[in-house]
């Protein structure tokens, strides 16, 4: 069998911060309210200048440091965003041009907060196929721009924020692995979080007004109770596939998307909460970029030890969801 090898991480988030103490001024919530219920502090807000695939490039960057690589020794350019700089062309193909590099696949994957490991799983496939292929796998958000500024209940809740890995072949010895990827979806809850404007089931005519169809929209009850059943389910499904018990997981770092959910799971799989990593407080929901960040800074602050094996469940609008086994 072939070796996913994880050769470097990196992230970026913008400099400007937005604390709850600022959310106070713009809309009827309190610090109180968002931490209790979130366990969101702060997070970071895209700069006016600043776009997905300028974020993108900020952790392509140190991702490619990290591994020791140059980018025009890349194949592949996978981007995972559901807020990409436009229709068309693809942020990938944005981000190719920052870097300086010409001629690679570029491609998005739009699965929402579960991009990354829907980015990761097409990168292993790319490598199947082409097995001397050298894969950046990104993803970026700048979800600030798609939220509804007079909405307390979603406007609370994101950030913007970079994550990327540079995947290819290798030995054992060579660095993590990614051990396995399982993914699933449900297209019939989709109307449960949606950001439906601009599409072309909601076409639109120059001089049109925006409305908060163009907005994440979403039913905060239903959606949590559908992530964690689906992220606990899939994470089942990985370790029996793979041979593992619960009581083999080092470390578990879920999508940070609210507090109570990653409490939740972390409970039905008896870790305990040293073992799971968590930077919500940080950054908020930051949808497809939360896991690759939340990985850069596990590995960067020892939390993640060598040896380590690394459950990351993730869960995102569509409905989409996905688990990932990684062995350090």
């Known amino acids: 069998m072939m070796n996913f090898i994880l050769r470097g991480f990196g992230s970026y988030a913008p400099e400007r911060i937005l604390t709850n103490a600022d959310l106070e001024k713009i809309v009827d919530t309190t610090d109180e309210w968002i931490t209790t219920r979130t366990g969101i502090k702060e997070r970071h807000i895209a700069a006016d200048d600043e776009t997905t695939s300028s974020m993108a490039f900020e952790s392509s960057k140190k991702a490619l440091a990290d591994a020791g690589m140059d980018p025009a020794e890349l194949t592949h350019i996978i981007c995972g965003t559901f807020t990409p700089d436009s229709m068309v062309p693809s942020t990938a193909c944005r981000l190719q ?49 798609r939220m509804n500024w007079e909405d307390r209940a979603t406007c609370v809740l994101f950030g913007d924020a970079s994550g990327a890995t540079i995947m290819t072949g290798g030995d054992i010895a060579d660095g993590p692995r990614v051990l396995d990827v399982m993914l699933g979806a449900d297209g019939s809850l989709g109307d449960l979080l949606t950001v439906n404007g601009g599409g072309s089931a909601f076409s639109y005519a120059l001089g049109d007004t925006v409305g908060p169809e163009y907005f994440v929209e979403f039913q905060g009850r239903e959606v949590f109770k559908h992530a964690v059943r689906n992220m606990t389910n899939i994470s089942e499904a990985i370790l029996k596939r793979n041979g593992f018990e619960k009581s083999d997981v080092d470390v578990l770092i879920t999508h940070q998307a609210n507090m109570r959910i990653i409490d939740a799971v972390g409970r039905r799989f008896d870790i305990p909460e040293e073992r799971v990593f968590v930077n919500i407080e940080k950054y908020g929901n930051t949808s497809a970029a939360s896991v690759p960040v939340a990985l850069d800074e596990a590995v960067k602050t020892g939390f993640i030890k060598k040896g380590d094996l690394v459950l990351t469940p993730v869960f995102g609008g569509g409905f989409t969801w996905g688990a990932a086994l990684i062995q350090f």
């Open 97 to 145: 041009e920052k870097l300086g590099i010409k001629g690679q696949m570029c491609i998005d994957v739009q699965a929402a907060c579960s991009g990354f490991l829907y980015a990761l799983q097409s990168g292993r496939g790319y490598l199947c196929l082409e097995p001397d292929s050298k894969v950046l796998v990104v993803t970026s958000e700048i979800v600030s721009r």
